[in-house]
C-alpha cells in the first residue's frame, strides 16, 4: 500500500530495538565494567546476582537489531557490516566471554574463578568499547560506492571513534552504577552511588566535548543541526535547542538524585533520560539516513512484501514481549540479598 | 586443493568452524529442555522425588549449555553480514523475515522464561514454573521451527522470483513450507532428542559404573532406553523420508552421498569405497547390488543418475559428502543396537548390572553430535557450490572484505571458542561425574556451591528444608 511508508515504521521499530538494548545491556555491561572495582568479593557476587536472570534476555535486543536490520534494511545490512567488520567482530569476542562469565564464574575455583572475573570485566569493557567505536564511525559517515561499502578496513578507527568509545565505556557504567542503586544495600550501595557520581561527571564531560567536536569538524552531522561552522542557521538549530537543553536539565536532576541518599530509583531512571535524549538527538543528525550519510532507509529497504509480512507479526509480538519481559523485571524486583534467599 | 589464503575459502572456513560449534549447544538444548519440561511434569503428577532430583541435576548442566549457545548464536546473526554480505543482500527479501520471526517468536521467549526456570523457584507458584519449563522448551522448538525454514529453502527455493539478480517473495507459505523443510524439521529436532538421550543415558552408565547408582540414576536409565528405543526408528524413517527428498530435489547431491559417479537403473548400494574425484571413479568399492535404488526409489530397476552427468564444477565436494553421510548412519545403526540392547537387559532385569554395556553406553555419549555435524556436512557441503542451491553459487555471495581480515578474525574465533568450550565442556563434566543427589540425603554433599549466578548458603538451604513444598529451590549446595 502506498499511503503506509514502511521504512519508516521499520526504521522507528529498529530505532526502538536499538534503544532498548543499549538501555538494558548498557546497564548489564556496566556491571561489569565496574565488576573489579567493586570493595569485596561478596559485592561482585551480589553484582552478578543482581543481572543473572536477565542479561540474556537484554542481549537478545542486540540480535533483534542485527536480524531487524537484515531483514528491513538487507542493503544496508550487507553495506555496514563489512564496513565495520573489525569492530563487529571485537564485540562479538567481548560478548562470549563476558557471556559465558556467568555460569563458568561460580563453577570455578581459585585462578579460574578470578580469570572469570576477568573475562566479565573485560568482555563488558571491550563490547561497550566496540559498539562506542562503531557509533564514532557511523557519525562521520561510512563511504559507500553503488551501494556497497568501498572504504579500508581501518576506516572505523579515528582519534574521535576511540573518543566515543571510551564515552560508550563511561556511560554504560552510569547505567549500572544507577542500576546497583536500586538493587543493592548498605556498603555496597553507598560505593554505587560514588561510581554513578564518577561516572556521571565523565559522561558530561563527553557530551559536552562531543557536542564541540562534531561543529567544529563541520560533519555532516552538525550540518543538520543548521551548524556549517562558523555559520549557524538558526531556524534549524533553535527547534531542536529543546534536546539539549533537556538534556542538561536530566544531568541536573541527576546530579541532585544522587546526593539524596533516599532515592534509589531516580538515578537510573534520569541516567535512561539522558541516553534517551543523546539518542533522540542522533537520530536527528542520521535521518533520513541508515547508513551516514550514504544510504537512505527508503533506498535500502527491503521489498514491501517482505516488510510488511514482518510488520504484521511484529505488531503483535513486540508488544507481548514488552510485556512479559516487564513480568520478568517484576518478577525479579526488588533488592537483591543473597541471604534471604535469592533463589 | 583449495587456496588456504583465498577469502573464499577463509569465510567458508569461518563459517563452518562457527556454525559447527554452534549446532552442538542448540543440539543438546532442544532436547533437553523438552526433557526437563517432562521431568518436571512428572515430577509434579507423580510426587516422585527422583524427577525432582533429576530436574535439579539436569538444569545446571542445561543453564551452562544455553549459555553457550546464546553467545556463539550471536556471532552468526551479525556472520551473515560481515562475510556473506552479497548473499545477505540478495536473498534478504525472502530469509530476512524468517530469520526475524526466529528472534521475534522464539529468542525474547526463550530468554525471558528461562530466567523463571533458573531463578524463579521461589518467585513463582508450581505451575507457573512449569509453564516457565514448557515455555523454554516450546521456544527452542519454535527456534529451529525458522532456522530450518531458512536453512531448507537454501535447499530447495521455492515461492520467490529473481528481478535483478534480487530474490522477491511471491508466496510466503511456498517460502516457509518449501520441499525439503518438514523433512529436514522433523530429522533435527529427532536428531536433537537423541543427542540429548544419548548424553543422558551416558551419564546413567557412567554413574552406575561408578558406583554412584540412586533411584534418579536409574530413572535416568530407563527412561532414556525406552525414550531411544521409540525415537531411533522414528528418527531412520525421518531420516530416509529426507533421503528420498534428496534425490527428488538434489540430484547431484545424493550421486556425492551414495558414491555414484555413473547412472545406473538399478543402482547398487555402496557400502565402502575411497571416491577419486580427478578419475571419476571409486577405489575399494564394496556394493550390495540394486539395493541403492530399492532404497531411494522403492523399485530395483529404478535409475539414479551419476556425478557425471554434472560438468565437475557443479559437483560437490565428493569425498566429504560421500564420508560424512556414512559417519552418520553409522552412528544411527549403532544407536538403534544400543537401544534395543538396552530393551532387552531392562526386560531380563540387567539393565543397571551389566557393565560391558554400561560402557558401551558411556562411549555412545558423543555420538549424537558427532551425527548431527556429520549430517549437516553432509546437507551443506553436498549443496556446494551453491548457496541458494542452482541459483546463488557461493563465490558470489562473499562480502567485499579481504583474506587477512577473515583469516585473523577465524584465527581469533578459533582461539576464542576452544578456550571457552572446553572450559564449559570441563564444568559440566565436573557437574556429571557428580551426579544428582538425593536431597533426602544432603549430608552426602555440604559443600555450598554457588550455582547459575547466585550464591545459597547453608542456612538458605535448612530454609528450603524446611518448606518442603518448594524443595527445588533448594539450589542445594553442591
Redesign the interface.
Known sequence: MESIDLPLIWAAILAIAVFMYVLLDGFDLGIGILFPFAPKDEDR?LM??SV???W??N??W???G???????F??A??????SI??P??FM??A???R??A???????KGV?HRVWNQAFHWGSTVAAFSQGLILGAMVQGIALEDG???GG?FDWLTPFSFFTGCALVWGYALLGSTWLIIKTENELLHWSRQMAVVSMIVVIICLVIVSLVVPLMDWTAANRWGIHYPNIDWSILLPLAPIPVLTAVCCWLLAKSLSDRKSHHKPFIFSILIFALGYIGLIFSFYPYIIPYSLTIHDAA??P??QA??LA??LI??PM?LA??A??YW??RGKVD??A??? | MPDIFDMLFLARAQFAFTIAFHIIFPSFTIGLASYLAMLEGLWLKTGKEAYLTLYRFWIKIF??T???G??????M??Q???NW??F??V???????L???????A???E??????M???????GRKLHFASTCIVAIGTLISAFWILAANSWMHTPAGYEIRDGIF??IS?LEIIFNPSFPYRFFHMVLATYLTTAFVVVAVAAYLLISGKKNPAVITMMKMGIIFTCIVVPLQMIAGHEHGVSVFEHQPVKLAAMEGHWETHTGAPLVLFALPDEEKEKNHLELAIPKLGSLIVAHDINAEIRGLKEWPQEERPPVAIVFWSFRIMVGIGILMLFTAFAGLWLFKTGKLDSNKNYLRLCLLMGPTGFIAVIAGWFTAEVGRQPYTVYGLMKTIDST????A??VGM?LI??AF??IV?FS??LG?IL??MNKGPVDPSHPETDFES?????????I??YE??LKISSHPI?G?KPG
Open positions: 557476587d552478578m546476582a543473572a536472570p536477565v540474556d534476555g542481549e537478545t542486540l540480535v533483534l542485527g536480524g531487524g536490520l537484515f531483514a528491513a538487507p542493503k545490512y550487507a553495506a555496514l557490516m563489512p567488520y573489525m563487529v567482530g562479538l569476542i560478548l562470549i566471554f557471556g559465558v556467568f555460569e563458568f564464574r561460580f563453577s570455578a579460574m556497497r561499502f568501498a578496513m527491503a521489498a512484501n517482505s509480512l514482518l507479526g511484529t509480538l513486540l514481549i512479559y519481559t513480568y520478568v518478577v525479579f543473597i541471604h534467599g535469592y533463589h | 543453564a551452562i544455553f549459555g553457550m546464546v553467545v556463539s548464536g550471536v556471532v546473526s551479525y551473515f553480514g560481515t554480505s552479497r545477505s543482500e536473498t534478504g527479501n525472502i530469509l530476512g523475515p530469520l526475524g520471526y526466529e528472534v521475534l517468536t529468542f525474547f521467549l530468554a525471558s522464561f528461562l530466567a523463571i533458573l531463578f524463579g523457584w521461589n518467585r513463582v522477491y517473495a510466503w562480502s567485499p572484505v579481504t587477512n581480515s578474525s581469533v574465533f576464542t571458542y571457552v572450559a564449559g564444568y565436573k557437574l556451591k554457588p550455582v547459575l549466578g547466585t550464591r545459597l548458603d542456612g538458605d530454609h528450603q529451590t539450589e
